[in-house]
């Protein structure tokens, strides 16, 4: 079974400024892995998909990087609708397409 | 569009029967993988499971193999989850997405929340 870690569990930041979410696999999941945004009250939203490609609709500031274990999302100048959790997931291993536990984006 | 509209809430006793559906409009349902997602109350997200219209090929995440029933009807575009006797425990929302190899979960319905109590 493949686990997903990320961090940091919170991650505060000023509108305006960037922030940098980690997010890590157990074992090597090449570049089967996405990024999720889930505002309060809403669904999960894909952002990011292959590791570095950005979803149908989803702003430039927006992007992601990594194969193997490690990957990044980066949100390059932070807008007030991008505070929300983000979830990795790997898809590479059914039968759990396993999710990260989350982080949590906050305003500072 | 591609869109996935699920069911209203839920509000159950234990013990209870439920099957809550996802309808699909906007592409070809028979032709994407459909999974079922937990996300217990103020927690993370999980899959369960992943059914396949075309064929009515399903599978199971080991933690809910047994515990619940996906299917789906080509017929009516439409995607189920199904508990015959529900638990306390089962209370969270469930949101359906369509699954590909190459983009993952890229579109998600609204989510169903089930609250099961005595």
């Known amino acids: 079974e493949i686990v997903m870690t990320q961090s940091p569990a919170t991650l505060s930041v000023s509108p305006g400024e960037r922030a940098t979410l980690s997010c890590r696999a157990s074992?090597?999941?090449?570049?089967?892995l996405a990024w999720y945004q889930q505002r309060p009250g809403q669904a999960p939203r894909l952002l990011i998909y292959g590791a570095s490609t950005r979803a149908t609709g989803i702003p430039a500031r927006f992007s992601g990087s990594g194969s193997g274990t490690e990957f990044t999302l980066t949100i390059s100048s932070l807008q007030s609708e991008d505070f929300a959790l983000y979830y990795c997931q790997e898809y590479n291993n059914w039968p759990l397409y396993t999710f990260g536990p989350g982080t949590k984006l906050d305003i500072k | 569009e591609v869109q996935l509209v699920q069911s209203g809430a839920e509000v159950k006793k234990p013990g209870e029967s439920l099957k809550i559906s996802c309808k699909a409009s906007g592409y070809r349902f028979t032709s994407q993988w459909v999974v079922w997602v937990r996300q217990m109350p103020g927690k993370g997200l999980e899959c369960m499971g992943i059914?396949?219209?075309?064929?009515?090929?399903?599978r199971y995440s080991p933690s809910f193999q047994g515990q619940v029933t996906i299917s789906a009807d080509e017929s009516i575009n439409t995607a189920y989850l199904q508990w015959s006797s529900l638990k306390a425990s089962d209370t969270a929302m469930y949101y359906c997405?369509?699954?590909?190899?190459?983009?993952?979960?890229?579109?998600w319905g609204q989510g169903t929340t089930v609250s099961v109590s005595s």
């Open positions: 997405a369509t699954y590909s190899e190459s983009l993952g979960l890229d579109v």
């Open positions: 059914v396949f219209p075309g064929d009515s090929e399903t």
């Open positions: 074992q090597s999941i090449s570049t089967k």
